[in-house]
Structures are given as C-alpha cells and as structure tokens.
C-alpha cells in the first residue's frame, strides 16, 4: 500500500481547506478543526486517519480480484479522476452520471451492446449505404455514446466499490450504491452531508491539486493491489481430478505363416508375451 501523506504535504495541497461557515453541512462538525476568515478548517488527523482506513479496504477488495468504480463528473475533477482510474485499471464515470446505472444495469448493458454493433457497422462499411442524412444522425449518436460509456466499456457486471471524488455531486450514485449494498469511498468535504458514505475522507473537493494527490495515492495502491492479485493468482488444481496415464504395452503375434504383428494393449503387470495364432 503507497505510503499515507504527511500533515505537511497535505497542508502544502490544499486538503484543509473547506467552505465557507455559513455553508457547513452540520454532519461534518466532526471533522472540523475550526474556522479560519469565515472558512471551515478541516481536520487533516482525521482525514489521514479516513484515508488509511479507505486505502486499507480498498486493498482487501482488489486483492480479491474486485472492482472499483471511480466516480467523478465535477468539470475541475474529470481529467483527475480519468487520470487515475486508468491508471489504476479501472472502470470510471465522469462524464453524465444516468439515473439507474446501478440499480438498472441491464439498460447500461444494452446501451454498451449497442454501441459495440454501430462500431462494427462503421467497421464493415454498412453505413456507406445510408443516405447523407441518415449516416450523419447515427455518427453523433455514436459519438455521444462513446463520450459517455467510454469508462464503462469494461464494466461486464455491478461494480465492488465505488470511488467517489465528490460526494455532493454524486448523491444519485451513492443512493443506488447503498440500495445494492455497494461499499462507497469518498471525498466528502464541508458543505456535504456524508450519509451513505461508508469511507468518510473530508478534505478539499474543489482544489485541483488536493484531488490530484488524493486520487493519485488511491491509483497507485490499486494498482500494485492489482499487480499482487494477478501474481499471486493461481489455478487450485484438485488431485482427485488427474487422471494418470494408462500403461501400455505391446503384443507380438505370430500367425502359421511366420506373419508377425504387432498390438497395443492396457498393460496388467504382466511379462511381455509372444502369442501364436493357431
């Protein structure tokens, strides 16, 4: 697991800084240190603390092979969170989060095996028979599509986790996380109310370089998660189910005529034979 940052290095990015007072969320008094110029200090010991704990679960769950999805349509934290999920070799969301792609994941499927059969239209040259118009509909169609299942494409089944890089603009996919039963990880700062989420980090959501740091260290752990998953992933293999090889042996047979021939049989422990035929 990537080493947790210091206070120090948190400070210097930003990560403790919250909203302002009069826009705190009452939940997160918790993890307030104090108010500095009308703004809400964050507690960055509890923030360590809710880091550890996040990368520590995170870890149990990758290295058994589950998946985490990361979340995070915010303009500031698109690039970051894309940055970070395909370093990670994850799925992620940050574009348009669809009402349902949880809780109705067989429409996510469909949209998916749709998009799949437009690129193997394009692919065949079946759209070179469509008139103008009609070619220039299904082509913004399909672009639309790939801008927003692009994350998605791996995605075969329901995610392990979710990853959240902003949990106030995320409530609809923390809402239909909690009613599958989805663990949720986030970056909950001041001005959220932090139901739902399982893994409370509070810090800085709006800060480019606290989110940058914070989803780089969840990168890199997932990664090297990863990395010990597939090493140490081996095929158990169950001793009642080999099968020895049959031992055999070879009969030579010699007819009336001095003909001689040869035939392969199972062997019983006995001594090779020459057999006469009479």
Do not use: C
């Not at 969170?81 to 370093?87: D, H, L």
């Not at 239209?121 to 913004?140: I, P």
């Not at 189910?241 to 392969?264: A, R, W, Y």
Request: charged residues 30%.
């Amino acid at each position: 697991m990537s080493d947790l940052p210091s206070l120090r290095e948190m400070l210097e990015n930003g990560v403790h800084f919250g909203h302002s007072a009069s826009r705190w969320h009452p939940k997160m008094k918790p993890y307030i240190y104090g108010k500095r110029q009308n703004v809400h200090i964050i507690n960055l010991e509890k923030t360590r603390d809710g880091l550890d704990s996040a990368l520590k679960f995170v870890v149990e769950q990758v290295s058994h092979g589950k998946t985490v999805l990361f979340v995070g349509t915010n303009p500031q934290a698109r690039e970051l969170v894309k940055e970070a999920a395909s370093k990670a070799g994850m799925p992620f969301v940050v574009q348009r989060w669809f009402g349902g792609w949880l809780t109705n994941f067989g429409v996510l499927k469909k949209n998916l095996k749709a998009l799949g059969e437009m690129e193997k239209a394009v692919s065949e040259g079946l759209w070179t028979q469509l008139t103008k118009k009609e070619k220039l509909q299904k082509e913004e169609k399909m672009a639309k599509q790939v801008v927003f299942l692009e994350g998605v494409r791996s995605l075969n089944k329901l995610p392990d986790v979710l990853l959240i890089a902003n949990a106030d603009k995320e409530n609809i996919a923390i809402t239909e996380a909690n009613k599958l039963g989805i663990p949720v990880v986030a970056l909950v700062d001041t001005d959220t109310n932090p139901k739902g989420v399982d893994y409370v980090i509070p810090a800085n959501d709006n800060s480019v370089k606290s989110l940058h740091m914070l989803l780089d260290i969840f990168a890199k752990t997932i990664s090297e998660a990863r990395q010990d998953y597939q090493k140490n992933l081996v095929v158990p293999v169950n001793k009642a189910e080999v099968i020895e090889p049959k031992k055999t042996k070879t009969l030579h047979k010699i007819s009336q005529d001095g003909v001689t021939s040869e035939e392969t049989v199972e062997a019983k422990d006995e001594p090779e034979k020459v057999i006469t035929e009479e």
